[in-house]
């Protein structure tokens, strides 16, 4: 699907090619991957991203960059540099962000259920959804930044309430809505 002016938030041409040729065409894959990161520096391999926390268990991992306000920051850039803001309203960039919710549906579309760490998935499908899942954070910052709402600080007070919602001794293992755990 595409986005404002027939481009991704991250400035791919909406006329790319579906996965399965996109994914035939390495040199595409490579321009496209830089333009998601901007100039960030080079990602890190998902490997070398699992780390032990002394749990006994293998993690996932982030880079520690960019930030939130980073990547607000690079978008903001992108969009003054395209005079894009006059398109980029609150609900333009919901229906954006939900289009991109979509294009990230579609690589899970028919596959089942699928493990953690995608393990028969190809790296050039890896990378896909890598790409459609920034657009999908690209726009969700920047509806929080046309809103006015500081998206790190209103994480936090989330991640507050939703321990509260969820007291680990009440719910733990259990998939229940928090109002059966009400008394
Ligand atoms: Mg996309």
Redesign the pocket.
């Known amino acids: 699907?595409m986005?404002t002016n027939g481009k991704?938030?991250?400035g791919?041409n909406g006329d790319v090619p579906s996965v399965s040729s996109h994914c035939n065409n390495d040199s595409l894959v490579n321009k496209s991957h830089s333009a998601v990161v901007n100039g960030a520096g080079t990602e890190a391999s998902s490997h070398s991203r699992l780390q032990n926390g002394g749990t006994g268990a293998e993690r996932f991992t982030f880079s520690p960059e960019p930030t939130i306000e980073d990547i607000r920051r690079m978008q903001a850039e992108f969009t003054d540099e395209r005079d894009w803001n006059q398109f980029h309203q609150p609900r333009n960039l919901l229906l954006a962000m939900v289009?991109?919710v979509g294009?990230v549906s579609e690589l899970f579309q028919w596959r089942g259920e699928v493990a953690e760490g995608l393990p028969n998935w190809t790296e050039c499908e890896r990378e896909q959804l890598a790409?459609?899942l920034s657009?999908v954070m690209i726009y969700l910052v920047e509806l929080a930044e046309k809103c006015h709402v500081d998206l790190p600080q209103a994480v936090l007070r989330k991640m507050a309430l939703n321990r509260l919602k969820y007291p680990a001794s009440k719910v733990h293992g259990s998939a229940k809505k928090y109002t059966e755990y009400k008394d």
């Open positions: 699907m986005a991704d938030a991250c791919i289009g991109e294009e790409q459609e657009d």
